[in-house]
């Protein structure tokens, strides 16, 4: 039965309120990447009842012409005629045809699941917010429906890879407690923190984020594919590289300040109706953007060395919007990191930069 938590409509998706409360994250039964199980305290958020699916990732993308990390790489990796490997022209779209519009989307990168919540005034959840989520407000849950192991009434998985995709649509399996479907088994969920292998041994016990800097993304709840129960369990962590994107992994949003998401929103759409409708995205910008992404690749190991690294928000007119991460120890100050570090070495790569500034 699901609870009294309340729903609202946000940007074009029902949302669910995950009321606040301490609960205890990790699991002593599970890998050593789950310990130690530790006291963590979540603040009020709402999250998507269903994951997003392709058509409202269609909606995204024909609003503002974004090319995911798969299409402007004009491959991806995935299974046809019976083997997996890399397939050109493989992209999300490759699976949203029409009989599928409430099925997952899938082959989105980290970086274009946060491009999609930026544009719906959401976020990503935090590591901590989708197992707080996924948990239902039970204490001990292993699975988001309780204590006993999966089953095909439950969720999707143990499906086999086929050249037609064995998702399922997002609301095909009863939510938990929580009134949240598709926690587990259908597809894989971008995160938003750095995976830590060992950042539960000195997590912050409110509201964490994750490490400042690391190499993969967190993901979180199975897919399709996955045949071992205990990857469907809620403490089970799982990690990807930020930039890849592959066939059992999608996203859900949140929202933390229902206020701002609705102004953002009202603020996306009034610039939408002043805009000229176009159907074919423009490439020069994200084309851009994977230039700025695979330069920074080859900046990330000094960086992190040194205590800090970087994400890229947006490219516009040669300007490079960037989000610094963590410390840099050699610089005095954030904006130094800048102009000793990122900027130069850009420029070296990218003879169209202008200017690299930090998000304000």
């Avoid at 491959?75 to 009989?99: K, M, Q, V």
């Avoid at 045949?227 to 992994?249: C, E, K």
């Avoid at 120890?329 to 930090?358: D, K, N, Q």
């Amino acid at each position: 039965m699901v609870n009294s938590a309340s729903t609202s409509s946000l940007s074009g998706s029902r949302m669910v309120e995950v009321p606040g409360a301490a609960f205890f994250m990790g699991s002593d039964s599970g890998s050593e990447f789950e310990r130690p199980v530790h006291e963590v305290l979540i603040e009020r958020f709402w999250m998507d009842a269903h994951l997003v699916s392709n058509r409202d990732f269609e909606t995204f993308a024909r609003a503002t012409g974004h090319f995911t990390d798969a299409e402007l790489r004009g491959e991806a990796w995935g299974h046809r005629d019976g083997t997996f490997g890399i397939i050109p022209g493989l992209s999300w779209r490759t699976y949203a045809t029409p009989e599928r519009q409430d099925h997952p989307v899938v082959l989105v990168s980290w970086y274009d699941a946060a491009a999609y919540a930026n544009w719906c005034g959401k976020a990503l959840p935090t590591e901590a917010e989708w197992e707080r989520a996924a948990r239902g407000g039970a204490i001990g849950a292993e699975y988001p429906w309780g204590r006993t192991g999966p089953n095909d009434a439950q969720c999707n998985f143990a499906r086999p890879a086929g050249d037609v995709l064995p998702t399922t649509p997002v609301r095909t399996f009863a939510p938990n407690a929580f009134g949240i479907f598709d926690l587990v088994g259908n597809v894989w969920q971008w995160c938003h923190d750095w995976y830590g292998a060992d950042y539960y041994a000195h997590s912050e016990a409110k509201n964490p984020t994750g490490p400042a800097v690391g190499a993969d993304k967190v993901r979180r709840g199975g897919a399709w594919n996955v045949i071992q129960s205990f990857r469907l369990r809620t403490a089970n962590r799982g990690a990807l590289q930020p930039a890849q994107a592959a066939i059992n992994t999608g996203f859900r949003c949140v929202v933390r300040d229902k206020s701002r998401s609705l102004r953002v929103v009202s603020e996306r759409r009034a610039l939408e109706l002043d805009a000229p409708r176009h159907t074919v995205p423009s490439a020069t910008a994200s084309a851009a953007l994977l230039e700025v992404r695979e330069a920074l690749e080859a900046l990330r190991p000094a960086m992190r060395a040194d205590g800090g690294d970087v994400e890229v928000s947006r490219v516009e007119a040669g300007v490079v919007t960037v989000r610094l991460l963590g410390t840099c120890r050699s610089c005095p100050s954030s904006e130094l990191t800048l102009t000793r570090g990122i900027e130069p070495a850009l420029r070296g790569r990218l003879p169209w930069l202008v200017s690299v500034v930090r998000e304000s």
